[in-house]
């Protein structure tokens, strides 16, 4: 069974299949994706000007 690069989780065939790179690799499965999605929608707004 596939496992995500980063978290080692399991992945189904078909997340595999559309996901994994040309060599196969998975750099992110769903949790992690959600989670860098996450961090990156954090920064941006800590980033952004107040509008006090």
């Known amino acids: 069974m596939p496992t995500c690069d980063h978290c080692d989780a399991h992945v189904s065939e ?5 996901f ?3 060599h ?7 949790s992690c994706s959600a989670n860098a999605g996450i961090a990156e929608a954090a920064r941006e ?3 952004r000007p107040s509008h006090d």
């Open 20 to 22: 994994a790179d040309e």
């Open 45 to 47: 707004r800590a980033n």
């Open 24 to 30: 196969g690799e998975i750099l992110a499965c769903i």
């Open 14 to 18: 078909r997340f595999a299949r559309v």
